[in-house]
Every structure is written in C-alpha cells, then in structure tokens.
C-alpha cells in the first residue's frame, strides 16, 4: 500500500517497547525491517544506517559469528 510513513511509525513503536523489555532480537529485526523499508524508498543513508544498528545489536548479544549479524551483512550488501 506505500502507506511509509505509517510503516516507519509502527517499526519506531516497536522498537521502543522491544528496547523497554532488553529484547535485542526483537530490536535487531526491526531495525532490519526499517533499513528495507528506507532501502525500498531509495533512502540509502537511513537503510544503511538502520542495517549497521542491527548488525552492533546482533554482534553485542549474539557474537559476529551468528546467522542473524551475516542476514544483516547480506541486507547492507543490497543497499550498497
């Protein structure tokens, strides 16, 4: 529906509760879904920036070596 704006609010909302709650999982997928929807809107530098908060929250509770940091590294890959 293009509705974004909409979108990015209910992704800002999501992050804020997951981060009330020390969710990183939850923190990390939503910032990955923020850095594909700017990355869809040709917002690059939002998209990159969105994909590299995840990648630190991922590597800081899961280790570099996780899959969910290389689905990350794979989605800056696109934008870039």
């Known amino acids: 529906q293009a509705r974004y704006p909409e979108a990015i609010a209910a992704y800002e909302e999501s992050k804020r509760i997951a981060a009330s709650h020390s969710k990183h999982f939850l923190i990390a997928g ?5 850095g594909t929807l700017y990355d869809m809107q040709a917002l690059y ?3 990159i920036a969105a994909f590299e ?3 630190q929250v991922m590597t800081a509770a899961y ?3 996780h899959l969910c940091v290389a689905d990350t590294l794979n989605n800056l890959g696109v934008v870039y």
């Open 30 to 34: 939503t910032l990955n879904n923020l």
């Open 45 to 47: 530098p939002e998209a």
């Open 53 to 55: 908060q995840s990648k």
């Open 63 to 65: 280790g570099a070596e």
